[in-house]
């Protein structure tokens, strides 16, 4: 079993949609969460960035972690052509290897 | 601000050629990754850097492989000597301490 699992999709959704990404997560030791996105032929760019449980907001995106469940999401608002890209959770225990999902491949339609 | 850079952003050569990627890694970080994307595997981690001193390099896949960073603001990863299974997407990240780690755009990397 990976540490942190991700469905790789894709997922197609018209624009102005709301979109939801998960991940699962087997390590109880996680203390830290992010989501990044990454562009075709682009680095991954850190997106979100939270610590523990709870919900952090940023914009149109919303990051949620549910430790108790050992679940990380990410909510998209008014989804956009340009959101389109490949999202990647992340999640390290505050040493510094990150382990980072399979990333979820994002299509979003005008 | 500069973010981390990467050169060459491409590489095309043939097996059995010695292949060399440059990272310079955010001013002030003093963590430097290195990583390599494939389709098939995603993200893997190669090895890493505090204050220029290699800690973790079980992700190196052979001794064909060897990273270097003479100085905190530039570190090299060579491929010697190459092979077509090497072809990917290599990636450097750099951070502070325990925060999240931030990218360059990477090299891919096609070795025939």
């Known amino acids: 079993q990976k540490e942190v699992e991700q469905d790789p999709g894709p997922l197609s959704v018209p624009e102005g949609a709301i979109v939801s990404l998960n991940c699962t997560y087997s390590?109880?030791?996680?203390?830290?969460f992010m989501w990044y996105r990454q562009y075709s032929r682009k680095g991954p760019e850190l997106l979100m960035y939270?610590?523990?449980?709870g919900n952090k907001e940023d914009g149109r995106f919303t990051a949620q972690v549910d430790k108790s469940s050992k679940y990380i999401s990410l909510f998209i608002r008014d989804s956009q052509p340009s959101d389109s890209a490949t999202y990647l959770c992340?999640?390290?225990?505050?040493?510094?290897?990150?382990?980072f999902g399979a990333g979820t491949r994002l299509f979003v339609k005008a | 601000d500069a973010g981390v850079i990467q050169s060459p952003r491409h590489e095309v050569t043939e097996m059995g050629q010695e292949v060399t990627l440059r990272c310079k890694p955010i001013?002030?970080?003093?963590?430097l990754f290195w990583y390599r994307q494939t389709m098939m595997r995603g993200l893997e981690l190669l090895i890493y850097?505090?204050?220029?001193?290699?800690?973790?390099d079980s992700g190196m896949p052979e001794d064909r492989f060897s990273a270097k960073m003479p100085n905190a603001s530039f570190s090299t990863l060579k491929i010697q000597p190459s092979e077509p299974r090497d072809s990917a997407v290599y990636f450097c990240?750099?951070?502070?301490?325990?925060?999240?780690?931030?990218f360059g755009d990477g090299t891919r990397l096609s070795i025939l």
């Open positions: 990240a750099s951070s502070i301490g325990g925060q999240p780690q931030h």
């Open positions: 390590n109880s030791a996680f203390q830290y």
């Open positions: 939270t610590y523990s449980s």
């Open positions: 992340a999640s390290f225990t505050g040493g510094f290897k990150t382990i």
């Open positions: 001013s002030g970080h003093d963590y």
């Open positions: 850097f505090n204050n220029n001193v290699p800690i973790d």
